[in-house]
């Protein structure tokens, strides 16, 4: 461990002031004495290294979880100081082992609200979706929804003639979304749900859902498997490839297909509305979606940050596997 922190510190020095972190590390130590916490959890990063650094002499055990496909050079710089690590994605322990040799490597999936009780036809009824209505749920995250917004308003007078469309468009696209809204036949605007966001209403919207349009983040990712829904995958380009990886992943399962961010527009859109058209392929997506889902990756990941806690053993692979499936291990 000792050598780890000093790789860790030539790393870090590398793009970090050395003199600040110099200053935190003793900081830190004596937070850390003070608190005497049984175990750190942390997602890894620069900021984090200054409390991982001065946890390895006092033995406090740290649990370090990656939820992207491909970690970056931060999370591979702190997972030298880790002892257990937990991914969202198998492949992201074989990315992981040069930085952490030795380390076990558990996949828990990412953390996310509890869908296992989640019932659609509830989430329908809270909408006001009628029962056997086909729905497109859009929405873009908190980055670069414009696009979305843009193909969404172009396509919006064909893609209601066959769907319901429940788009979160962000603040700035609420406006037009409503004039787009009131543009279109009076039969067809209840076919149109814009919302400049959903808070506590996401996990019905997302359960109302026949398909999800979206960005790849993990966490999008995660309750969409968790839910079995398939989904057309438009990653965000400027996440340093991120998302670009998380998304291949779902791709080469057959959950999802992918559309670069640069060629999403009305068409794409249009095009992607086919998958309802097509009862083999949604279902054959559908199912593929679910066996990725790990809708209890939070238990999983909770019971190895007590195990760390406690001192205690740390379960096998398939354990976990069973856990983070929803299963009870």
């Known amino acids: 461990m000792l050598r780890s922190l000093r790789s860790v510190e030539a790393d870090v020095h590398a793009v970090l002031d050395p003199v600040r972190l110099c200053a935190s590390v003793p900081q830190a130590a004596a937070l850390l004495a003070a608190e005497r916490p049984a175990a750190i959890f942390t997602t890894g990063g620069f ?6 650094m001065a946890a390895v002499p006092l033995g406090i055990p740290v649990v370090l979880w ?3 496909v491909v970690p970056g050079r931060a999370v591979r710089t702190t997972a030298r100081l880790a002892d257990i690590l937990a991914v969202s994605f198998r492949e992201t322990c074989a990315a992981l082992a040069g930085a952490a040799r030795g380390r076990p490597c558990f996949v828990t999936g990412t953390p996310i609200r509890d869908t296992r009780d989640v019932d659609g036809e509830a989430a329908r009824a809270s909408l ?36 319901v469309v429940v788009q979160v468009t962000g603040e700035d696209g609420y406006a037009a979304a409503l004039a787009a809204r009131e543009a279109l036949p009076e039969p067809l605007r209840r076919r149109y749900r814009p919302y400049p966001f959903l808070r506590d209403e996401m996990l019905a919207a997302l359960a109302a859902a026949d398909l999800v349009v979206g960005r790849a983040g993990s966490s999008t990712l995660a309750e969409v498997t968790a839910l ?4 057309v995958v438009v990653p965000y380009p400027h ?11 779902l791709v080469a ?17 249009l095009d992607a509305a086919t998958i309802l058209d097509d009862p083999s392929r949604h279902l054959a997506m559908s199912a593929a979606a679910r066996e990725l889902g790990r809708p209890g990756a939070a238990d999983a990941l909770a019971s190895l940050v007590l195990r760390a806690a406690d001192r205690a053993p740390l379960p096998d692979a398939a354990w976990v596997e069973r856990r983070s499936r ?3 291990a």
């Open 128 to 163: 006001g979706i009628a029962p056997g209505e086909r729905v497109i749920l859009i929405f873009g995250g908190s980055q670069a929804v414009r696009r979305f917004n843009l193909a969404v308003a172009e396509a919006l007078p064909r893609l209601v003639q066959r769907v």
């Open 326 to 328: 929803g299963g009870q």
């Open 239 to 249: 996440a340093a490839g991120h998302q670009r990886a998380n998304a291949a992943s």
């Open 228 to 231: 079995g829904l398939p989904m």
């Open 66 to 68: 990656e939820g992207n």
């Open 253 to 269: 399962a057959g959950a999802a297909s992918l559309v670069e961010d640069d060629a999403f527009d009305a068409a794409a859109l």
């Open 47 to 52: 900021v984090a290294v200054p409390v991982l």
